[in-house]
């Protein structure tokens, strides 16, 4: 089976009734850009620049940060790559920053981390800033915030990064093309001001792992909850739909990024609700490749109205039994 998910990498993520959904991995370091060309993924839908810092036993330099970015963008040639700024802070606390000064946080994960500690301490957001576009310069820049739960937080952050960028053109340097600024939806609270936020940006990307966390009010790592709530509860499904449908009418293209769209089943029941675009683990390309290839786009979306209309059915089940029955 694992030969035979590598022999899809070439070929096209597209349903049998021609509706083509955009696979892209998952990164975070440079080892992990070899998986783009293993896997033939349509580019990289999540970079998670927080990873070279967890990893440096000091605050890496601007230079080294420009460096990275200008190796991914290379790596990826054609293909897109959306930069996330840093997710630091919380249970991702890093030694060389002094992370103490609001004392220990009872829920880190709700804690003073990602866009709130970028805001406040923003010499860190700036210097990111400047290592992206100059990194980017010639290309187009895909810039992603995560935990965005007011839309002033992303204007303040874009606003940042505009700076930057005026304040690199007034000395002459080369500039990206174009920059691109993305709202990772994964507090729940935003989606009640999409209508405020979808015109302010170029595309939005729905973290399902921390997504699910704040909707269950359940800790994404606790092992006596791993179990309890499922990817595939009305709840979740609902709640996606909802975003994408807003989404589309605003015509801002959506992505799945979170562990979710990774899973075949859950994969198939995404593209039921309207996503066309997932940003996965790159072992996962291969198998969602074959699961794509052999659903019925039109078929997967009227089970999917179907199933939510009636939200006490067991979605697994039904999902389940639909997918064995066209050997999905
Ligand atoms: C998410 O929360 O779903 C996500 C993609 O980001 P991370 O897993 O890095 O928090
Ligand atoms: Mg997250």
Redesign the pocket.
């Known amino acids: 089976r694992r030969a035979a998910f590598a022999q899809l990498k070439n070929e096209v993520p597209v349903t049998r009734d021609g509706q083509r959904v955009t696979v892209m991995v998952n990164a975070g370091l440079r080892d992990d850009l070899a998986a783009l060309d293993l896997t033939g993924a349509d580019g990289i839908g999540?970079f998670?620049t927080e990873f070279q810092f967890l990893v440096s036993a000091t605050l890496p330099q601007r230079e080294a940060q420009r460096r990275l970015y200008k190796d991914v963008l290379d790596a990826a040639g054609d293909r897109p790559v959306v930069f996330r700024t840093v997710?630091i802070g919380g249970d991702k606390a890093l030694p060389y920053l002094n992370h103490d000064e609001e004392g220990d946080e009872e829920n880190p994960a709700m804690g003073w981390r990602a866009l709130r500690l970028a805001l406040d301490r923003d010499g860190l957001m700036k210097a990111q800033a400047r290592a992206l576009i100059e990194a980017a310069a010639g290309r187009t820049l895909n810039v992603m915030f995560?935990m965005v739960s007011e839309p002033w937080e992303f204007d303040e952050a874009r606003a940042l990064f505009e700076a930057q960028r005026s304040w690199l053109s007034a000395r002459g340097k080369k500039l990206p093309i174009e920059i691109r600024y993305g709202a990772?939806l994964?507090v729940p609270a935003l989606a009640e001001v999409l209508d405020v936020l979808l015109p302010e940006i170029d595309f939005l990307s729905i973290?399902?792992?921390?997504?699910t966390q704040f909707l269950f009010a359940a800790d994404r790592a606790h092992p006596k909850l791993a179990l309890r709530y499922d990817w595939l509860s009305p709840s979740i499904l609902r709640f996606i739909r909802r975003v994408v449908e807003q989404a589309d009418a605003a015509g801002v293209p959506v992505t799945v990024?979170?562990?979710m769209g990774g899973r075949p089943l859950e994969a198939m029941a995404l593209i039921g609700l309207g996503i066309r675009r997932l940003s996965i683990t790159p072992a996962a390309v291969g198998p969602i490749k074959a699961m794509v290839r052999s659903l019925d786009h039109q078929g997967v979306r009227a089970l999917v109205t179907t199933l939510l209309a009636e939200p006490r059915t067991p979605m697994r089940d039904a999902l389940t039994a639909w997918a064995a029955e066209r050997s999905i």
């Open positions: 999540l998670r997710d995560p990772m994964e973290g399902t792992n921390d997504l990024c979170g562990e």
